[in-house]
């Protein structure tokens, strides 16, 4: 298998575009990679699709030369992963639209997130298998919300689709690799000296056969097994050779090349998720040391925290916004639940709470990247974050607040609240 990755390598020109799917709860994004998976039989590692948790690849009418890679991760991990980093992972974005609900909340969340990203965007109407439906209304609820389609004064391409069916879903994949090919793949980063790939994480797992396991996407060069993989743990860099390179059901590969995803085992500690990794020519930590920054003594973004909460309220006052962004995290899921209620239940004025993004478990460096795009402020109740999540939010300027009593929580929330709304004063 791995002679025939090699041997096939030479016949595939550019790189894997990469696609993430975006969308409101329930529109149908899964049963479309669900239909996407069983129609399409290559994928990265010639001779089968690779099905993963975190990413597959499929090849197109069994052509190696034209492949998509989907991000697939669990409930809004995609979401999330596509949001914080602007679109620096995905080069196409699907926008996924139910025919039968039409434009909803997270709907209009993913078009904010598409207008800002440098992916090209694909809005795709899914469940034309309903009766009753108006495509037209669908289409024009979207230019309402700013993303301008084809035949509608804009250049956006739309299609049409069954995920349940599979109508429409070979002209989908057609579509994806017209524009990767029309469109043109974003550049990626130049790399310096001595790196030779870079990856992002999407999940990282402690398997009871093979260790430590972290199943990554490669936005540049090409990753291969035995290489020098470079990654950040707590403040530290850490270098240390591949030991193998799988695909997520098993079978043992050679490399992944730009574009496509899959497993690396032989690392020593669990990697964090979104955690940018670096493959190195040699065991040289030097190498990347400028990339992650890690002396933070020197570092100019740092800022104190009184001055985080300035920045914070002026930049919302500036935009009159009447509304603190916040990141919740909590313990569980039913504190998480009392929490989100009593938070939107705060009003002073006309300013109120807009929960950006919540979610149960430690606060990790996903959480504060989302603060910073969004100028939010991270609320913990009843849990921590490692020290280089804390070292990262400082670096940042993101004020993040943690709490074991949740009165605590709120009485604070209503204090910025009260900051927001007070009126303005000005000294002559």
Known sequence: MAKRVQED????????????????????????????????????????????????????????????????????????????????????????????????????????????????????????????????????????????????????????????????????????????????????????NGVVAKAYVLESIKDKTRGNVSSL?????????????????????????????????????????????????????????????????ENNPKLIEPLFKTDSKNDDTAIAEDDMFGSIFDSQSDNKNTQLNVVIKSSSQGSLEALKHSLEEIKKDEYSVNIVKDGVGDISNMDIDMAKLSKAIVLGFEVGMDKSTEEFARKNGVLVRTYQIIYKLLEEVEDALDMLSAPKQTEE
């Open 9 to 192: 390598k030479t016949n595939v020109q550019g790189r894997v575009p990469i696609v993430a799917i975006l969308g409101h709860v329930d529109h149908g994004k899964t049963t479309i990679l669900d239909y996407i998976r069983k129609t399409n039989v290559q994928g990265c590692e010639v001779g089968g699709i690779t099905q993963k948790i975190s990413v597959f690849t499929v090849s197109i009418n069994n052509d190696p030369s034209k492949r998509i890679t989907f991000i697939d991760t669990p409930g809004h991990e995609a979401f999330d992963l596509m949001r914080v980093r602007g679109g620096s992972i995905a080069d196409i974005v699907l926008l996924i639209v139910a025919a039968n609900d039409g434009v909803k909340p997270q709907t209009i969340e993913s078009i904010d997130i598409i207008k800002k990203s440098s992916a090209k965007p694909i809005v795709v109407i899914n469940k034309v298998d309903l009766p009753d439906i108006d495509i037209a209304k669908i289409k024009r609820e979207i230019v309402k919300e700013g993303l301008l389609l084809e035949g509608m004064g804009g250049n956006v391409p739309v299609i049409e689709v069954s995920g349940k069916t599979g109508k429409g879903i070979p002209e989908l994949l057609d579509l994806i690799t017209l524009v990767a090919d029309v469109e043109g793949l974003a550049d990626r980063e130049q790399l310096s």
């Open 217 to 281: 996407v490669v936005v540049n060069g090409n990753l291969c097994k035995g290489s020098w993989i470079g990654y950040s743990k707590e403040g530290k860099i850490i270098v240390e050779r591949i030991k193998g390179v799988i695909s997520e059901d098993g079978e043992n590969i050679c490399d992944l090349q730009c574009g496509c995803g899959g497993k690396v085992i032989g690392v020593s500690n669990l990697i964090s998720v979104g955690s940018e990794v670096y493959i190195l020519e």
